[in-house]
């Protein structure tokens, strides 16, 4: 049996067989290919390749020739020199060395060694007695395949318009109610605006309900004459003393106005007295200054009945009716007769004129 013989039985169960002195064989997993051309298919294998650079000598070949021809290590060795021999004698003389189930060696026109395996050899175990397989290619009729597309578009149902349109009209309505909030929206801003510069003190928030207009402008109204009433009597009197015992304290103040308010929530009497200034009278005891006539008439008749006789009423401001104790012609006396006014618990201050 020759060499060539124990190299292909080797490379269905070895990656790689060297045979010293001369190189290597390297069997490779291939994968299954399929040639677009020629229209076949290959089952995976191995690859076969050489490198002349594996030389060093493995024992694998010498010690299988030992044992298939019965022979020593050493004339299994021996047998292998020879037939690296015979090669490279062939090569050197430009010949093609066939190496059975294996492959060609030659050299090219560069004396660079080539080696071309054969095709129709596999030497994967997983693949024995798969062929390559020749295929043929598929001839697609395409007017029947335009016919079938024809008849599918004639047989798939149309959609119907109606959901596009409910869609449609459901844009539309979204939009007009985005349209109608934003104009609301920028007629209330634009109105509060305007009122708010034409009367900003005056304006107010609560005005612009249109389901209490009554009930608002009727409060608005009760409220502005309650103030107007308060800051009446609250609003300081022009006093012309430096005494410091004419001088009014803020807390009689308050207390002239808790009085006022008492005597107008109490029910008002009609007094019909002649309202007379007395002469050569300069400095008068106020007890309280009232906005309404009959609101100082009630005071009046108050005092008159407490015993102070002499109250009456002195129109001097312009929209307050003043109620007075008594008149004196010099300070001193006005100073005595407030703190005998002083004394029955009463408040009051002294008005110059």
């Given at each position: ?55 060093q000598n493995d024992g694998l070949l010498a010690n299988h020739i030992a044992g298939r021809e019965k022979l020593s290590y050493t004339d299994a060795l021996k047998q292998i020199d020879f037939f690296v021999n015979q090669c490279q004698q062939e090569l050197s003389d430009g010949k093609r ?198 609101n100082a008439d009630a005071f009046v008749k108050a005092l008159h009945a407490e015993g102070f006789q002499e109250a009456q009423i002195l129109d001097t401001m312009k929209h307050l009716k003043m109620v007075c104790f008594n008149g004196f012609s010099t300070r001193s006396e006005a100073v ?18």
């Amino acid at each position: 049996m020759k060499v060539d013989h124990h190299i292909s039985e080797l490379l269905f169960d070895h990656d790689c067989v060297i045979v010293p002195s001369f190189g290597g064989f390297l069997a490779s997993y291939q994968h299954a290919t399929l040639h677009p051309t020629q229209h076949v298919v290959s089952p995976p294998s191995k690859k076969i390749a050489f490198n002349i650079f594996l030389k060093q000598n493995d024992g694998l070949l010498a010690n299988h020739i030992a044992g298939r021809e019965k022979l020593s290590y050493t004339d299994a060795l021996k047998q292998i020199d020879f037939f690296v021999n015979q090669c490279q004698q062939e090569l050197s003389d430009g010949k093609r060395i066939i190496l059975d189930k294996v492959g060609l060696l030659y050299f090219d026109s560069e004396k660079n060694l080539q080696f071309e395996p054969f095709k129709n050899m596999n030497y994967l175990r997983e693949a024995f007695g798969l062929g390559a397989i020749q295929y043929l290619p598929v001839k697609r009729d395409h007017s029947k395949t335009k016919a079938e597309k024809q008849l599918k578009e004639i047989m798939t149902p149309r959609p119907s318009m109606r959901p596009e349109r409910k869609q449609e009209v459901l844009r539309k309505t979204s939009t007009n109610k985005t349209l109608r909030t934003i104009v609301v929206a920028s007629a209330f801003l634009w109105l509060s605006f305007n009122l708010y510069m034409i009367a900003p003190r005056h304006f107010n928030l609560s005005s612009l309900n249109p389901f209490s207009s009554k009930n608002n402008t009727e409060v608005s109204q009760k409220s502005v004459e309650q103030s107007a009433n308060q800051q009446a009597i609250i609003s300081p009197v022009p006093v012309e003393t430096t005494d410091a015992a004419t001088t009014v304290p803020v807390e009689q103040n308050e207390n002239i106005a808790m009085n006022a308010t008492e005597e107008n929530a109490q029910p008002v009497l009609a007094v019909h007295e002649a309202a007379s200034e007395p002469a050569g009278k300069k400095y008068f005891i106020i007890g309280g200054a009232f906005e309404l006539r009959e609101n100082a008439d009630a005071f009046v008749k108050a005092l008159h009945a407490e015993g102070f006789q002499e109250a009456q009423i002195l129109d001097t401001m312009k929209h307050l009716k003043m109620v007075c104790f008594n008149g004196f012609s010099t300070r001193s006396e006005a100073v005595a007769g407030l703190d005998r006014f002083k004394a029955s618990n009463k408040n009051g201050w002294i008005y110059a004129r």
